[in-house]
């Protein structure tokens, strides 16, 4: 079945410096991969995702870039503010319309 | 973006008894999904709600737990039924959306089992 794995669990960035998340997938046949930012208590939201027929999208100071021969893609937080702190999952869409998520990453920044 | 009202945002109740959440959307969408995010975890897809027909049940979960309605395409509801403490966790309403928007999500109904 569909699998995303999502490292590291937990990330902890100096103000400013830079974060990265990365995730791997194992259903070849994937073609969307969203990623979500969750604050505590509320609800994941969308912020920046990529389809198979592209290698990097960038949005401000998220990018996300994909590997579909390594299977693998990875989510970057460059200038990063105190506001970033937050659980960010990763997820692959797998041909079924369903989406599968990563295990999360709860990602601090240090002021 | 799709407005997505989910209701009620949190309860508390009592072991043997069932609550039913419902999600509205403000358009009209073709799939609906529910999750389940237990403390500290992941989002855990329960079902995909069909319009027209039963829904869909992912490994490990099964309709007389869950029952799902689908009644149109700007709404659904899931119920939990027969509650444990180990139902006790934040259920999510989500929906596809235009190739442009993806896939967003409802506020969320966090549950507490006593």
């Known amino acids: 079945g569909e699998n995303v794995e999502q490292h590291p669990s937990t990330l902890s960035v100096q103000e400013g410096d830079s974060a990265v998340i990365k995730c791997t997938y194992s259903?070849?046949?994937?073609?969307?991969f969203p990623w979500y930012k969750q604050e505590l208590g509320k609800r994941p939201q969308l912020i920046i995702d990529?389809?198979?027929?592209?290698g990097e999208k960038k949005d401000q100071r998220i990018a996300v870039t994909l590997n579909k021969t390594a299977k693998h893609f990875s989510l970057h937080i460059t200038e990063t503010q105190p506001e970033d702190s937050a659980v960010y999952f990763c997820a692959g869409l797998f041909g079924n319309e369903k989406l599968t998520f990563g295990t999360g990453t709860r990602l601090t920044i240090i002021p | 973006s799709a407005v997505i009202s989910q209701k009620p945002s949190r309860d508390i109740c009592q072991r043997g008894t069932s609550l039913t959440i419902q999600c509205q959307v403000d358009s009209q969408v073709t799939m609906m999904f529910w999750y389940r995010q237990q403390p500290g975890q992941s989002l855990t897809l329960i079902a995909t709600a069909n319009q027209g027909s039963e829904a869909t049940y992912e490994s490990g979960f099964v309709i007389d737990k869950f029952p799902i309605s689908r009644p149109n395409l700007t709404f659904s509801t899931l119920t939990v039924s027969n509650m444990s403490p180990e139902d006790s966790s934040i259920y999510l309403c989500s929906v596809e959306q235009t190739y442009l928007y993806g896939y967003t999500f409802g506020s969320g109904t966090r549950l507490t089992v006593v």
């Open positions: 990529i389809r198979s027929n592209v």
């Open positions: 259903d070849s046949a994937s073609n969307y």
